[in-house]
Structures are given as structure tokens and as C-alpha cells.
């Protein structure tokens, strides 16, 4: 607990501190913002992999759907043949699950700092301050002029629920071939919305308002790995035909 504590969550304490007493002028709300762009430019290489990984996956998926049927009655020969598509494709299946490991440790510190200072009756955490950042005594939850961090916010909820059906649909496959994994995709694109309203709901809008931002930069990223390159293909390919 104490490297957890050392590693991840006083870093992270720290900076939002810093931020909330320099460049956001002591607006919670904006301090947020500037912690969720950091901390996603930080992550970036990682998250940058796991959506390529992803997104890989789920262009083969319609060739793994079809050694499962072949080799249905067969299953020692199944799986040598699935990965022998892997090392076809040059794909790693774990490639998407691994990035994702490695981000839970800043995921869970940031929950911790804004649960801990954010719920009723919280006090300031002030020994776990740096010596070089200024104790503020206090963080004001209002944000914004009009949002109060520190309680629960439905619209807030909703609307990270949405952001969170968009970043979905992103990556959903394009392929018209119904499977076990198309039909588990499409599940998962509106109980997970469906969950982040449920969760954000309880929490304090604080937690809710990272959310949101965090998921609105996911989107921003995968149109940065997705979009910008197949926009940039079909540019070249009209190019090509002329």
C-alpha cells in the first residue's frame, strides 16, 4: 500500500494541487481538466497500442469465427490454428488486455484522490503534500461558477454515459457476419453506457466530470489512430484512380 501511495497517489494529489493553485485559479472543475489531459499524454503510447490491438482483432475476427466452425468437432487442432493466424497477421491477442493492466494502477490512485477529497465530511489531506506545493487548505468543489463537484450528478452521468456509447460504436466492426463475439460487441456497446450512468450517478461529480473528460479523450485518440490514417488512405486512393 505504501508504494501504491508513493508511486501513484501522492503524484497525482500533488498535481492536482498544483494545478488547482496555479493555471486553473483555484477552480476544481478546471484543474480537473488539465490533470486528465496530462495523465492521458502520458498514457498515450499505451492506449495508442491497445486501440491498434483492438482494432486488429476485430478484422480477423470473421477468419477466427471460421477455424472455430472448421475445427468445431476437432478442439486440439483449433487452437494451434487460431494462433497460427496470430503469427500470420503478426498480431498479439493479449496485446489490447496489457496496456490496459499496466493504466489500472493511475486509474485507481486518481478514484482514491478524488473520493477521498470530494466525499461529505472529507479534510484535507494536507500531509500528503509535497514541500514545494503550496497547501490551498482547501479544495472548493464548485466548478465551473455552478458545478458542485462534491455532490452526485445525473445529467453529469448521462452524459459520460453517452460519451461512453460513442467511444463504443468507434471501435465496433464493420463486418455484417453474425458470431458470438459480434453479438457479445454489440451487448457491451449499450450495457457499458448503461453501467456508467448507474455508477457515475453515485459518485461525486468530481469522479463523474474525469470520466467524461477521460472518455471524451479516448475518442479524440482512437480518431487520432483510427480516423486521421483511413481518412488519409481513401485521400490517397482517389488520388491513385485519377
Excluded at 498514457?43 to 469465427?65: C, D, G, R
Amino acid at each position: 500500500m505504501n508504494i501504491f501511495f508513493t508511486i501513484f497517489y501522492q503524484p497525482i494529489f500533488n498535481l492536482l494541487v498544483f494545478l488547482y493553485n496555479t493555471i486553473s485559479w483555484q477552480d476544481l472543475g478546471v484543474a480537473i481538466v488539465f490533470l486528465t489531459i496530462i495523465v492521458r499524454l502520458i498514457l498515450y503510447p499505451l492506449s495508442k497500442q491497445a486501440i491498434k490491438s483492438q482494432k486488429s482483432l476485430q478484422t480477423i475476427q470473421p477468419e477466427i469465427e471460421a477455424i472455430k466452425e472448421k475445427y468445431k468437432d476437432e478442439k486440439e487442432k483449433m487452437g494451434p490454428e487460431i494462433m497460427a493466424l496470430y503469427k500470420e497477421k503478426k498480431i498479439n491477442p493479449f496485446g489490447s488486455c496489457l496496456p490496459m493492466l499496466v493504466q489500472l494502477p493511475f486509474l485507481f490512485a486518481i478514484y482514491r484522490v478524488f473520493f477521498n477529497e470530494l466525499k461529505e465530511g472529507a479534510i484535507f489531506d494536507s500531509a500528503s503534500l509535497y514541500s514545494f506545493v503550496a497547501n490551498p487548505m482547501t479544495l472548493e468543489p464548485i466548478a465551473f461558477g455552478f458545478l458542485n463537484l462534491a455532490d452526485k450528478s445525473i445529467p453529469l452521468a448521462v452524459l459520460a454515459g453517452g460519451a461512453q456509447f460513442w467511444q463504443s460504436k468507434m471501435m465496433m466492426s464493420k463486418s455484417k457476419s453474425k458470431n458470438a463475439a459480434s453479438a457479445m460487441q454489440n451487448q457491451m456497446t449499450y450495457f457499458l453506457p448503461i453501467i456508467t450512468i448507474l455508477i457515475g450517478s453515485r459518485f461525486p461529480a468530481g469522479l463523474t466530470l474525469y470520466w467524461l473528460l477521460t472518455t471524451l479523450f479516448s475518442i479524440f485518440q482512437q480518431y487520432m489512430v483510427l480516423g486521421f490514417k483511413k481518412k488519409k488512405k481513401n485521400e490517397v486512393e482517389v488520388v491513385d484512380t485519377k
